[in-house]
């Protein structure tokens, strides 16, 4: 996104990265909102979701991030009272619990590689090119130039989404890596 977005714990952390990784997403903001609401009883009830993802095509997506064995009866009844709100704006609403830790770790691992002095125009031409339909990690990176200078490059193009690789994998020098839309 640009900017810092806050978490206060590492599964939210996951969902944060996939968040800004998903090309669906144009914005991302932790804590949007509190809502307020009345239980049955009146007793007075409030909860802040983690975070609200403006998507591209103008919705929106608000996520809480809670591993179900962590959820209480408390927050069953916040998250109930999300889901309804966000019906009635015409978002969408999950709650997420813990990521598969595999992608999670090469999420946050591209991830590292995703501001703008990771690419070099002439490097990730060279990349594009050696990727083409598909090559293991680092056979790619060598056939692209010396693999300190073309590393950094290689994942920049996968946090940006030009190449791709199955990342419900381990992340590692055999991974096949391609051209997005290839394969």
């Known amino acids: 996104m640009g ?23 144009t914005a991302i903001v932790s ?5 307020h609401w009345r239980t049955p009883a009146g007793k007075a009830r409030r909860h802040s979701p983690d975070f609200f993802a403006r998507l591209a095509g103008g919705g929106g997506l608000v996520i ?10 408390g927050d069953r009844e916040a998250f109930a009272a999300t ?9 969408g609403y999950a709650v997420c619990g813990q ?8 999420h946050r691992w591209i991830a ?18 050696a990727f083409g339909a598909g090559l293991p990690l680092m056979e790619g990176a060598e056939a692209a130039g010396d693999p300190i200078a ?4 290689l994942f920049h193009l996968m946090w940006r989404r030009e190449l791709a690789a199955d990342l419900s994998l381990v992340l590692s020098h055999r991974t096949v890596v391609r051209r997005a839309g290839r394969g």
């Open 150 to 153: 073309t590393l950094p490059a």
């Open 64 to 73: 809480d991030s809670r591993p179900a064995d962590m959820a209480d009866d």
């Open 31 to 35: 804590q949007p909102f509190w809502l």
């Open 83 to 91: 889901s309804k709100a966000c019906e009635l704006l015409g978002w």
């Open 112 to 129: 590292a590689y995703r501001h703008p002095r990771c690419g070099d125009p002439a490097t990730e031409a060279r990349l594009l090119e």
């Open 3 to 25: 900017r810092r977005v806050g978490f206060e714990s590492w599964v939210e952390r996951g969902h944060l990265v996939a968040l800004d990784f998903d090309p669906a997403v």
């Open 99 to 106: 990521m598969d830790p595999v992608v999670a770790a090469n």
